[in-house]
Each structure stands twice: as structure tokens, then as C-alpha cells.
């Protein structure tokens, strides 16, 4: 099936590694010209002269818990391609731990990085999106359904995610513009790596060990990929999804069970 994407134009942010990463580089083999978006510039720099022999793939860095980065991330997407179709917000960091060892800045800064920055990028992005008839997908989390006690910013955040998405899909019908939401569970990616290290060392058990009890744990048969993610932003990104508008879907092996 042709996803007929191919010479459109993408911003994906926390795109220098893990999910947004691997999002970009699925958009570059389908043919997308994509400004990667991350805090790092030697990191997306690099990636982006790699993914520029598939398409066009610039790099921009920024870090967009500041409020006018998503003005500049928009604009140089604009300067670049003259036209911007997709929007892919992926980039989020929220702090782990016990309630009560979490401080008001801690939930302040993973509000500014993935709550305030999807919106301002959202917000940066529409005036474009409006003139393509683009698209926009938000990467949130299966945290945001299911909540956990080491996870009170995460699972706000990704709750509020939700609402969001939802609520911007009547404005975005009005003005030709699709939005929809993709919950990851547990990815393969760095975050996870470290996280299962940890594990590992609290219960004083091997990596491999604490691999075995998460999956138990999960009630899930693997973690995902991150390409896997990649594959399911460019799939609903296509005019083919054409009626899929304002949807949460999850893509966890099967962990969230809630309706
Ligand atoms: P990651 O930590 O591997 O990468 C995060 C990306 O965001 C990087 O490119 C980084 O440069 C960028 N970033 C971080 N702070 C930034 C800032 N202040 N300004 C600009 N960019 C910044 O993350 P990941 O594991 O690939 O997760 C990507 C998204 O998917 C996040 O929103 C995360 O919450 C969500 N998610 C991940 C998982 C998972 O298992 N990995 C599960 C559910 C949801």
C-alpha cells in the first residue's frame, strides 16, 4: 500500500534519539522532508546528514520548555521547505520517583517540556497546517490511562495529553486539519534501558532478571520497538487514515486492558 506521503514535509521534535528518532527516520524512507527538533545539536546534526540520502532532513536545535521555541522550530521548517503538512510532538522527559520526594519543579518542568510544548507547538504549527491540510500526531503514553504511583507526572501530563487531542480535534475539523494520539507502552529505547538497570540494582537482581519480572509484571510477551512507533505515525499520518481524527490509539502489546 502506497502511503502516498512521499515529498511532503514533517517536523518531528525529540527527534535525536529513541521514538523520535526512529520516527523520523521511518518518515525519510517514506520519503518525507522532516526538520528534526531536539535539545542536543551535535546529536541531530549528525542524524540528519545520514537521513538527508533518503530526503531532505535538516536539523534544529531548541529547547522547547522556552516559549518562543516553537515560533523559531515552526519558522525554520517554514524557511526550509516553504510549507509545513505534519506535525509529530514526541518530545517529553517527566520525572519518576515517590509523590513525596517530587518537588513543585519537578512537575512544573515536565508540564513545560510535553504539556506546554505540544501545545505551543500545536498552537505555532496550525496556521501551516491549515494551508496543507496537514496532519498532526502526538506521541503520549500508556501511563496517561493507567496511572502508577512513580508515575504522578508522567500519567498527568499524558491525561491532559489526551483531553488535549481530543479537544483540538473540533477546531482541527473545521479547519482541515487532523490530530490523533499514540499511547507507546514500554519501547525499547535508552529510558528503558536505564530504567530496567535500576530495577536490576533496587532488587538486587540481573538485567535480565529484571527484564523477565517487568514483562511479568506488564502481562505483555515483548517491549516494543521503536520503529514500530515510527511505522504506526507514518501510517496515520497518510491521507489513506483519512477518517481516523481525533483517536487515542494505543500500541503496548496489549498492557492497558482499561477501556
Ligand atoms: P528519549 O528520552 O529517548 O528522547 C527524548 C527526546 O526529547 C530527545 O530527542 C531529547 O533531545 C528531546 N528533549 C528532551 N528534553 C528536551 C527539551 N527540553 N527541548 C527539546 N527537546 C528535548 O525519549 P523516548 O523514550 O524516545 O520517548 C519519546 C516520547 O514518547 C516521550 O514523550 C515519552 O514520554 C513517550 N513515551 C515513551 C515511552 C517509552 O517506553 N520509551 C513510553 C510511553 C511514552
Known sequence: MDLEIGGKTALVTG????????????????????????????????????????????????????????????????????????????????KRGAFAALTDDDFLDGFALKFHGYVRMTRAAWPALKTAGGAIVNIVGAGGRTAAGDFTIGGSVNAALYNFTKAIAQPATADGIRVNAINPGWIETDRLKGRLAQSAKDKGVSEAEARQAALADLKVARFGRPEEIGELVCLLLSPRMAYVHGALIDCDGGMTRAL
Open 15 to 94: 527527534a535525536s534519539r529513541g521514538i523520535g528518532l526512529a520516527i523520523a527516520e521511518k518518515l525519510a524512507q517514506a520519503g518525507v522532508n522532516t526538520l528534526l527538533v531536539a535539545r542536543s545539536a551535535d546529536e541531530i546534526d549528525a542524524h540528519a546528514k545520514r537521513l538527508s540520502r533518503q530526503t531532505k532532513s535538516y536539523a534544529h536545535a531548541a529547547d522547547l520548555r522556552a516559549p518562543d521555541a516553537a515560533e523559531k522550530a515552526v519558522a525554520a521548517a517554514l524557511a526550509r521547505f516553504g510549507r509545513l503538512d505534519f506535525l509529530v510532538n514526541n518530545a517529553g522527559a517527566t
